[in-house]
């Protein structure tokens, strides 16, 4: 089993930056190949992921997001960033990190592929 807790969230203006962050309650072995994605799920639609990331190094995002956000790790720290910039109000949403077992090429976005969750952190982009 892998907790994840999601921090970072927040408001900003439009154009503005915020950094979430993911910690994993376990640190995989280095033989151990997974893949973490981050969810966002805006009211009145459906969850969707936008970055998701390949412990060996293999990065996806959703065309929406691409240019300006970046998903990362620093896997010393079991944690896992999403670095979001130029954020528009169509950003405004809960997002949730997510993780499965097994690494992937590119690393999925579908919500179906994951099968731990974290709670949800919640970020406001106002114009």
């Known amino acids: 089993q892998v907790e994840l807790t999601e921090s970072g969230g927040g408001s900003a203006q439009a154009g503005g930056s915020l950094r979430l962050a993911c910690t994993a309650s376990?640190?995989?072995?280095?033989?151990?190949?997974?893949?973490v994605c981050w969810f966002r799920r805006a009211p009145g639609k459906e969850r969707e992921g936008v970055a998701a990331l390949d412990s060996n190094g293999p990065v996806n995002y959703a065309d929406s997001v691409k240019g300006r956000f970046t998903i990362s790790q620093d896997k010393s720290k079991n944690t896992f960033y999403l670095q979001m910039n130029s954020l528009e109000p169509d950003d405004t949403a809960m997002y949730y990190c997510?993780?499965?077992?097994?690494?992937?090429?590119?690393?999925?976005?579908?919500?179906?592929?994951?099968?731990?969750w974290g709670q949800g952190t919640q970020v406001t982009v106002s114009s």
């Open positions: 997510a993780w499965k077992w097994g690494g992937w090429k590119p690393p999925p976005l579908d919500e179906s592929s994951y099968n731990h």
């Open positions: 376990r640190s995989p072995s280095r033989y151990t190949n997974y893949c």
